[in-house]
């Protein structure tokens, strides 16, 4: 049984080493993950240029592309055979609320989702100093779980694991996606030779306060378990449209 794993942190990302040890128990661990950084480039495949895949050993394969590009290649070309399941992570920060659309830890579980593997997204709070050793314990017995039971169909889970200083994992609460505030969200500035600049980021994002949301869940110390669809449908909105008489 082959596992495979990804991120957009880059194939050097300790959360992706982490992640390997904590799953090697499961069955094949097979990597295949991006060169460099690749955050926030939400489900972005390359199309324009040819991607060069690198083996680094047996099962170890870095890629020069999103992380979209390296579950795709993996899948369809690099592996022997499909994987079982498909983890990415731990990601350098969380995925919640509205940051998911962004994520390129997040848009790897779907693309593999979209092929029809189950997957799984990993994140992880903090600037620095980050402590993975919980996450991956956690993510583990979740992945575990996800192969003895499997996964609805069109879904995967985005897991956002709290800063436990190191301690074990206390509960998880299963949770919706919650809802971002974005504020100062462009910085303006001129270069050494007098052009302007924009650099979009800012003073960051919060999260509203909404009870059973992911955000609400990791602020209180609990894994966030979100069941994510790959089908993007607002279908209550449907009989409103439908109400325009077009």
Known sequence: MIILISNDDGIASEGL???????QHLGEVWTVAPEKTQNAVGRALTLH?????????????MVNGTPSDCIN?????????????????????TNLCDD????????????????????????????????FGPA????????????????P?????????PD????????????HQGKSIYSNTITKGVDPRGGKYYWIGGDGTSHMD???????????????ITPVSTDLTNYSAMNFLKNWGL
């Open 17 to 23: 080493l982490s992640l390997k040890d904590s799953l």
């Open 49 to 61: 240029r040819p991607l060069r895949v690198t083996a680094l050993s047996d099962r170890k394969f």
């Open 73 to 93: 290649l993996a899948i369809n070309g690099i592996l022997p055979e499909k994987p079982s399941l498909v983890v990415s992570g731990i990601n350098k920060g």
């Open 100 to 131: 998911i659309s962004y994520s390129g830890t997040v848009a790897a579980a779907f693309e593999a989702t979209i092929l029809k593997i189950p997957a799984i997204a990993v994140s992880i709070p903090g600037n620095n100093g980050f402590i």
């Open 136 to 151: 991956a314990d956690f993510t583990a017995k979740l992945a575990e779980t996800v192969l003895q039971n499997g996964l």
């Open 153 to 161: 169909s069109a879904t995967f889970l985005n897991v956002n694991v």
């Open 164 to 175: 436990t200083s190191g301690e074990k994992i206390r509960s998880c609460k299963i949770t």
């Open 210 to 224: 909404i009870p059973g949301s992911d955000s609400d869940a990791v602020s209180r110390k609990y894994v966030s």
